[in-house]
């Protein structure tokens, strides 16, 4: 099993960064697709981007151009740097790792291990 932990959430104003880690212990992290999910108070867990195991990426429609996920494998962490950030932007932000490293899935019962989570607050 690969255990998650997400770092670098946080408060920023409107039209800030900030960029996201997931450092990954226990396997390395090229044997999993990876993705970053999010979820607002009263919201259901929501889609943000994924990237394979090849370095090939997908985004939400909402943070193309805005958002970039990468991943160093020997850094075993996954990344997501957030730009031109907006209010609703804020949520709770959660990496999350699948077996099928090919994968691109993007509801979250396709992902078996999941991080804690991480606040993005971002202020208008």
Do not use: H
């Not at 996954?78 to 990496?95: F, G, H, I, R």
């Amino acid at each position: 099993q690969v255990q998650l932990v997400e770092s670098g959430g946080g408060l920023v104003q409107a039209g800030g960064s900030l960029r996201l880690s997931c450092a990954a212990s226990g396997r390395s992290l090229w044997s999993y697709a990876m993705a970053w999910f999010r979820q607002a108070p009263g919201k259901e867990r929501e889609f943000v981007a994924a990237i394979r195991w090849s370095g090939d990426s997908t985004y939400y429609d909402s943070v193309k151009g805005r958002f970039t996920i990468s991943r160093d494998n020997a850094k075993n962490t996954v990344y997501l740097q957030m730009n031109s950030l907006k209010p609703e932007d804020t949520a709770v932000y959660y990496c999350a790792a699948d077996w099928d490293r090919a994968a691109w899935g993007k509801v979250p019962r396709e992902y078996q291990f999941w991080g804690q989570g991480t606040q993005v607050t971002v202020s208008s």
